[in-house]
């Protein structure tokens, strides 16, 4: 398993968590002791990953509030090495991450690499993804670019045409 699929595995964990939760965005993260194996990661490697995407901004760690009182001293990653179980507050850089993750931790199927069909869904994805992204920014530029590339696209053989009155409405403004 490589580092980035070790890495995209808690990110599952945590995101299969918030799915479920009441409030996503926090999530009780849970370290199984009992399962070892082969493609399984050990509950140190998740708390180093942990820790690694809590310093990347994309969740933060926190002492369960119980706990707050009778161990003040205690920092999160401290109580998380002692205990089983750690709260997670999921930030909005986490889904963005997630997503770039699975789309470049390919796991053991190297068809993907040279499937045209999995090429083109992947392609959908990033543009959808930099739509929604682009939306989120700032709607009147989306559109715009929209409109632009309408125009653009409409008819191949009017493309360049389109391209210059473009540009010549733009020097008249």
Sequence with gaps: MTRKQKILQVLKNIKHESEINSNPK??????????????????????RILIKIEKDGIIEIHIPDKMNDQEKTMTPIEFMMKHN????????PFYKKYFWYNLIS???NKW????????????IRCIVFLIEWLWDKSKVVTIIISM????LVYNWSLAWKNIKIILDYLEIL
């Design 148 to 151: 632009f590339s309408g125009i």
């Design 26 to 47: 926090w999530v009780e993260f849970k370290f199984n002791a009992s399962v070892v194996g082969e493609g399984s990661l050990t509950n140190d490697q998740k708390k």
């Design 112 to 123: 993907n690499y040279i499937n045209p069909f999995w090429i083109l869904w992947q392609l």
């Design 106 to 108: 390919l796991v053991d």
């Design 85 to 92: 179980f750690i709260w997670i507050k999921i930030l909005p």
